[in-house]
């Protein structure tokens, strides 16, 4: 008796369903250059930077690049990309990663996922 209460409490109180966020950010975050010396024969293309932080910010007003109070971080997968509900907003993104990454300025609308790519300099030259 005792078994079989719990095989339903067990079969109820499963995984809850898991929705997709109403808005949010997607994207990757990419190291480069790879090589001190490229050309058209033997590229050197940037690579993805796996389990570095993301860090989210608010916008601060009238500088796409200026970040204010911090509202979200993630880290990313081991092929570089990340991905996080936030509210709808101005965001300016960017990562841990290399010797440094450029601050990317984000829009995200209600009910879409905004893309966004965070290059990083390794200071290879």
């Given amino acids: 008796m005792l078994a079989a209460g719990l095989l339903t409490l067990a079969a109820c109180g499963g995984e809850q369903p898991t929705e997709e966020p109403d808005s949010g950010l ?3 975050v990419q190291l480069g250059p790879q090589c001190a010396v490229e050309n058209a024969t033997d590229p050197c293309d940037n690579q993805p930077a796996a ?3 993301v860090i989210v910010s608010e916008q601060l007003p009238g500088d796409a690049y200026a970040a ?3 509202v979200a971080r ?4 081991d092929d570089g990309s990340f991905e996080l509900a936030v509210e709808p ?3 300016v ?4 990663a290399g010797m440094s990454c450029e601050l990317m300025d984000a829009r995200v609308v ?3 996922i905004a893309e966004v790519v965070v290059p990083c300099d390794t200071g290879i030259r």
């Avoid at 993630?74 to 997968?77: E, G, S």
């Fill in 68 to 70: 204010g109070e911090e």
């Fill in 110 to 112: 209600r009910g879409a």
């Fill in 51 to 53: 389990g570095v932080t």
């Fill in 74 to 77: 993630t880290t990313t997968a």
């Fill in 93 to 96: 993104v960017t990562a841990e």
């Fill in 89 to 91: 907003g101005a965001y």
């Fill in 26 to 28: 997607r994207g990757i």
